[in-house]
């Protein structure tokens, strides 16, 4: 599975963006679809996961303000981020991987090449 990320960019605090993921291979309803993040400094943490079993999960600090979805049919995932703060700040990863459900990157197989999200205030 190859994963490829896009959709990042610059934006004001308050603002939105969506990051889009899209995938090479026959098997994207098999793979439980994440996002994650990084900023400097910081180590890699958990966004938001989409499972192949339909279930849809979110960090705390996003719950209310990100949105995960997917569709089968394009094998794209999507992170609709609204009220975008400072401190969402990172270079964002698109993961795969065959567990329904996992907060550790270290469960995820594939990666894609990270897209940057800058938020200014």
């Known amino acids: 599975v190859q994963l490829q990320a896009c959709g990042g960019g610059l934006v004001q605090a308050g603002g939105c963006l969506t990051l889009?993921?899209?995938?090479?291979?026959?098997?994207?309803?098999?793979?439980?679809m994440a996002w994650f993040r990084q900023a400097p400094g910081k180590e890699r943490e958990f966004v938001a996961a989409?499972?192949?079993?339909?279930?849809?999960y979110y960090a705390d600090s996003v719950k209310g303000r990100f949105t995960i979805s997917r569709d089968n049919g394009k094998k794209t995932v999507y992170l609709q981020m609204n009220g975008l703060k400072p401190e969402d700040a990172a270079v964002y990863y698109c993961?795969?991987?065959?567990?329904?459900?996992?907060?550790?990157?270290?469960?995820?197989?594939?990666w894609g090449q990270g897209t940057v999200v800058t938020v200014s205030s």
């Open positions: 989409s499972s192949w079993s339909g279930g849809r």
């Open positions: 889009s993921c899209a995938a090479s291979g026959r098997t994207f309803s098999s793979y439980t």
């Open positions: 993961a795969a991987g065959r567990r329904s459900f996992a907060y550790s990157p270290n469960e995820y197989d594939y």
